[in-house]
């Protein structure tokens, strides 16, 4: 195997640049069956091009380096390719820690891309430790893009269950949030919550209380598609009972 390391080490450089990724994750994983942790740095240190660094990057979290977690932050700073960003960051996902799930916060609301921004979202969007759902909120109360506000208020609606702080929060932004799709999101996450009592009363307040009527509509529907029935039969009432009394 060694031999087989070094061909590739002095076979690398000479290779075009169209292969030198697959080269390279072959020496990668090679690297990773010896263990080599010092030859995966090299590798990754001495690597041009973006699809090389990435190979290298795999192979050592994948050995679970104890610097694999600072090589990675690093390479996220060096690289200008948004491609090559939105990948470091399912990587930074991989990591269980709260340095990890404060990097992938800071990355959804400051990477200069949207989609390195909903990439990040997505990254911690199963992570249900109270920092990660501190931190979509602050991405849902922030300036971003709309399209990674929603995420983050979907990614909330889907820990949701049995979190009544969670419910009232999307509860609040669909009934007060001025842009519409927005409000309109935060009522369909809580469609995302399934499970019965909270979830409907709030859906109600915001059939009753949302200043858009298309948020209302959407509250509706998502308690139609709900086992809510109840709730659905006693709006239609009062509305129907309301405008005969007007």
Do not use: C
Not at 25 to 38: E, M
């Amino acid at each position: 195997l060694e031999e087989i390391v070094d061909r590739l080490t002095e076979a690398l450089p000479e290779t075009s640049p169209g292969a030198r990724g697959p080269v390279a994750l072959q020496l990668g994983q090679a690297l990773v069956i010896l263990r080599d942790g010092p030859g995966l740095q090299a590798l990754l240190d001495e690597a041009g091009e973006d699809d090389v660094k990435l190979a290298a990057l795999y192979a050592l979290v994948n050995m679970g380096s104890d610097k694999a977690y600072s090589t990675v932050v690093t390479l996220y700073a060096q690289t200008k390719s948004e491609n090559i960003r939105s990948k470091i960051v399912y990587v930074l996902g991989s990591f269980d820690s709260p340095e990890a799930r404060k990097k992938l916060a800071e990355i959804a609301l400051n990477d200069k891309s949207s989609k390195v921004r909903r990439d990040a979202v997505y990254a911690i969007a199963n992570d249900d430790s109270p920092e990660v759902l501190e931190a979509l909120k602050k991405i849902v109360s922030s300036k971003v893009e709309a399209e990674v506000r929603k995420a983050a208020l979907y990614a909330l609606g889907s820990h949701g269950e049995g979190d009544t702080a969670i419910v009232a929060y999307l509860g609040q932004i669909a009934r007060t949030d001025p842009d519409e799709e927005i409000a309109k999101t935060a009522t369909y996450a809580l469609g995302e919550w399934r499970s019965g009592k909270a979830g409907a009363d709030e859906l109600r307040r915001i059939m009753k209380e949302a200043k858009s009527p298309e948020v209302k509509k959407a509250a509706l529907h998502v308690l139609g598609n709900s086992r809510d029935k109840e709730s659905v039969a006693v709006i239609y009432l009062e509305e129907r009972i309301g405008q005969d009394n007007g």
